[in-house]
């Protein structure tokens, strides 16, 4: 076998394509939504080599259109958590054994699937059943992912090259070893983009992986799998299973060989999941690896010297893109009083330009939350802030369910910091806005700070660089993920890592090398060339 210091290619961001009219990807996405929308998919479980169907069928359907059915996925229960595991377990040595390039070679081939020949397949996938726009699905499943795989596959080479010094005679190196046992990848229904790293930054590193992901992404996860296949992923490494949370729970975090979770998703989730693995830890056989992402109450702070336009078009755009369904959303802005007038004013006639509907059509910018749950618990905010007085809802407040799960994207302006919607994660298309006095900056970044429990993103708005400087400082534990003069949206692979602290997660920064590392366990190596035969040092002679 020819061996070698093999280069990784150098990972650049994947271009964003437009799908301005008449462009030739545009007209290929239209055919992929069609194609879709005409068949109806027999979606399996992936585990080991096998295709399960358990024949406990469950519909899966466009959140914009929820009476088309767009195929179904067959419902598994503990046993097909547990044959999971045992397929995780089964493929781990060989997989772990493999040449680091030849795992590389696996996922850089999976990007390049996801750039060409999949591309349409999996952003018409994610528009139709995430209810996602063109923009939102290629920013998502198509940019992102392929970026997590070519800057994951480099940061894994860095790792790897990481080597420690050596004295003479002596020769010290690192080895960075998958964990000893499985990885559980616990994916959100938001980012398809989310659902393919989790468990691939895992496998890539040499780990072996159970992959369940929320119900209503399995449309495109399973396109997902379709990619990781063709491009040459061995059977059980990743293996993916669609059952219901407490028996997934149940079977792994009771399991001696679980060692580590990749997730994303709400914070009281994870906090369960925080006990659960801590009251069992007398179980495992090493200390399994807590990774988590989880929820935003995330700001737009505004200076006094901010430019009002500016700020309006941050606030459309943060707050409602994609539904406000992002961790990062701008939930709450506090809006300097000499700016709001102006602000206001744009922001609503941004608004009242906002089309919404399917995402078929791709005019409209606005498109259905993800499911009747998500609707009922926004729409309950949205009642809730209109029966407070201290409230005045500006634009916005209405929803219908008739068709799909449309929201109007809702803007509430309190006159109470702490009322419900500026403190509680709503994961939708509302923001509230508080109005402080213009002299009253630092008082109000002192408010901002203290609000929410989260700390995931948020924003500072100004021309003015000292309050710039004040801003980045007194927020400084306030979000994992700043921006100066921008949305709180927006994080790209290799340039922003992503991620934050406090309520929001466990900061490890998906994107970036830190992340890679809590997938392996080092192991230090030293190797003396001329071994000692005395044990006398100098220092033992006579004078």
Not at 9 to 30: M, Q, V
Not at 198 to 203: G, I, K, V
């Amino acid at each position: 076998m020819s061996t070698g210091f093999f280069h990784i290619p150098f990972p650049k961001n994947e271009p964003i394509l437009s799908y301005a009219p008449g462009t030739k990807e545009r007209a290929l996405l239209k055919k992929a939504l069609e194609e879709a929308r005409a068949s109806v998919l027999d979606i399996p479980m992936y585990i080991g080599a096998e295709e399960v169907r358990t024949g406990s069928k469950k519909a899966l359907t466009p959140p914009h259109d929820h009476q088309h059915i767009l195929g179904h996925f067959h419902e598994g229960d503990k046993s097909h958590v547990a044959q999971a595991i045992n397929a995780a377990l089964a493929a781990k040595e060989l997989w772990s054994g493999l040449s680091w390039e030849n795992r590389a070679s696996i996922f850089l081939k999976a990007a390049d699937l996801l750039s060409g020949p999949y591309r349409y397949k999996i952003n018409a996938a994610t528009m139709l059943g995430q209810s996602k726009n063109a923009f939102q699905a290629e920013i998502d499943s198509a940019c992102e992912l392929i970026d997590f795989l070519r800057f994951n596959v480099y940061f894994m080479g860095e790792i790897y090259n990481d080597q420690p010094q050596s004295s003479p005679g002596v020769w010290n190196r690192i080895e960075y070893r998958p964990l000893e046992g499985f990885v559980f990848a616990l994916t959100p229904f938001n980012f398809t983009a989310i659902a393919g790293n989790l468990p691939t930054s895992a496998a890539l590193m040499g780990n072996t992986v159970v992959w369940k992901p929320a119900n209503t992404q399995i449309y495109a996860a399973n396109v997902i799998m379709q990619v990781l296949k063709e491009a040459g992923l061995p059977d059980g490494v990743i293996n993916l299973v669609y059952v219901s949370g407490p028996d997934a729970g149940e079977v792994i975090f009771n399991h001696r060989d679980f060692a580590g979770i990749h997730f994303t998703g709400s914070t009281g989730v994870f906090q369960n999941i925080w006990k659960t693995i801590g009251n069992n830890i007398h179980k495992y056989r090493s200390y399994p690896r807590i990774v988590g992402e989880t929820g935003g109450k995330d700001f737009i702070m505004v200076h006094k010297s901010a430019n009002p336009k500016e700020v309006a078009t941050a606030i459309a755009r943060g707050a409602f893109e994609y539904q406000g369904q992002k961790c990062s959303a701008a939930s709450r802005s506090y809006i300097p009083s000499n700016l709001w007038e102006d602000v206001k004013k744009y922001l609503v006639e941004d608004l009242k330009s906002f089309k919404m509907g399917g995402t078929e059509d791709f005019g409209n910018f606005i498109n259905a939350v993800i499911d009747e749950k998500a609707f009922n618990s926004i729409t309950g905010y949205i009642e809730k802030a209109r029966q407070n007085p201290m409230n005045e809802i500006i634009a916005g407040g209405k929803y219908d369910k008739s068709k799909g799960y449309f929201i109007e994207p809702t803007v509430v302006v309190t006159k109470d910091p702490s009322s419900l919607t500026m403190c509680e994660e709503i994961f939708g298309p509302v923001i509230t806005i508080y109005i402080y006095h213009s002299e009253n900056f630092e008082q109000t970044l002192e408010l901002v700070d203290s609000t929410s429990p989260y700390a995931l993103t948020g924003s500072i708005m100004a021309k003015d660089r000292y309050a710039v400087e004040m801003a980045t400082r007194k927020l400084v534990n306030a979000a994992g993920n700043f921006y100066i003069n921008d949305k709180p949206t927006g994080a790209v692979v290799g340039q922003q890592p992503f991620g934050g602290a406090r309520g929001s997660g466990t900061n490890d920064k998906a994107g970036a090398k830190v992340n890679l590392l809590r997938w392996v366990s080092m192991r230090t190596i030293k190797e003396t060339f001329v071994t000692p035969v005395d044990y006398r040092y100098p220092f033992l002679e006579k004078e």
